[in-house]
């Protein structure tokens, strides 16, 4: 069936224009003023702005995390995407102990089966990464996954070591794949947690107290590090502040394969945020920084020094029936539905 969407501004990644759009079969046949519409079911989308599917590179659904599951399934969150403007997206397998990797993707297939709507791809965690789960690594390309990911953080659940974050860099970089990273100094963050714990600093604020911006910083340079002695091209997710960016920028202009992403959370949402009433709303992992963070981001994005925007979409219940027994608060936000809107206003911050 013909369709022609008539009267939209198109944007594209070099410009902006009104045109009418023909789609024939799923694909965009035709683009020019005034096409004609004789046999062709009419959208009018007078006033409104025409843009390809979004892909969001990171999301959660799913997800088992401390005690608890995202409340968001494939089906509700790919809806969501798509109210949003997202047409794909990737998330993760997450690797639990003594699991091969492949039973790991089969795993979140099996959670997408009969509720996917949208096309999908995964990436894999690994978070137990024995002999065998080495040699295992270059098999998964051949079933469609080309990037790992490892934690530096969630001590005792997720995080590895630099000897093992190490070696599955060097396994990657002969199977031409992708390493993300989580880049936080989870040993101290457990620290803080401990302390702040045992002296009763419980309120919400005090996530983002033991989740210093330098603990950030820290672990990413030196993934970056490892990164450039294993050969191996590194993605750092879900980058916070300042100061870890300020890595990232070290390490690109010496000529080494890293790139950062950052999230709509990290680019509006400040540490004011969590002093509210309803301040757990506003807690994730890594946290919420200051206004001069969100700013600073802003410019980076600008300037290409941080190459991605994605969701890291992991949503709990607010309503007490999902308590996560982690540093008590709910460590993940929902951002499926408004990234796109969030960020479709680029004169707030002249950015294009």
């Known amino acids: 069936m013909r369709t022609i969407i008539k009267g939209g501004t198109v944007i594209t990644a070099a410009d902006t224009f009104a045109a009418d759009l023909l789609l024939e079969g799923g694909r965009i046949a035709q683009m020019g003023a005034d096409l004609p519409a004789a046999g062709a079911r009419v959208v009018d989308a007078g006033g ?25 399934d494939f089906y509700t969150g790919q809806r969501a995407a798509v109210f949003g403007g997202t047409t794909s997206h990737i998330d993760f397998a997450i690797q639990h102990k003594g699991e091969s990797l492949h039973q790991a993707v089969e795993n979140w297939q099996h959670k997408a089966q009969d509720k996917a709507v949208i096309d999908y791809g995964l990436h894999v965690a690994i978070t137990d990464l024995n002999d065998t789960v080495m040699a295992e690594i270059p098999s998964l390309v051949s079933a469609g996954v080309t990037t790992l990911k490892l934690f530096q953080a ?42 702040n714990v045992a002296h009763g600093r419980l309120a919400t604020e005090y996530h983002a107290r033991s989740h210093p911006a330098w603990a950030e910083a820290e672990a990413s340079l030196r993934a970056i590090a490892l990164a450039g002695i294993a050969g191996a091209p590194l993605y750092i997710v879900h980058m916070t502040c300042a100061e870890s960016v300020d890595q990232l920028r070290y390490g690109r202009a010496r000529g080494l394969p890293v790139m950062g992403e950052t999230c ?72 499926r539905n408004s990234a796109r809107r969030l960020l479709q206003n680029p004169e707030r911050h002249a950015w294009h």
């Open 154 to 195: 969630y001590k005792g659940v997720y995080q590895v070591d630099d000897a093992t974050l190490f070696r599955a860099m060097l396994k990657a970089a002969e199977a031409g794949m992708l390493v993300m990273v989580h880049c936080e100094n989870g040993d101290v963050i457990d620290f803080m947690i401990r302390d």
């Open 48 to 72: 409104m702005l025409l843009l390809p599917g979004g892909i969001d590179v990171h999301t959660h659904l799913e997800l088992p995390f401390f005690g608890t599951v995202a409340s968001d």
């Open 264 to 335: 709509p959370q990290y680019l509006f949402f400040t540490t004011d945020n969590l002093r509210q009433p309803d301040g757990a709303k506003y807690v994730c992992s890594p946290p919420v920084r200051t206004a001069a963070d969100n700013d600073y981001l802003w410019q980076a994005l600008s300037a290409g020094h941080l190459q991605v925007v994605a969701t890291d979409h992991c949503p709990f219940l607010f309503d007490g029936t999902q308590a996560i027994k982690y540093e008590g608060e709910t460590t993940r936000s929902p951002a």
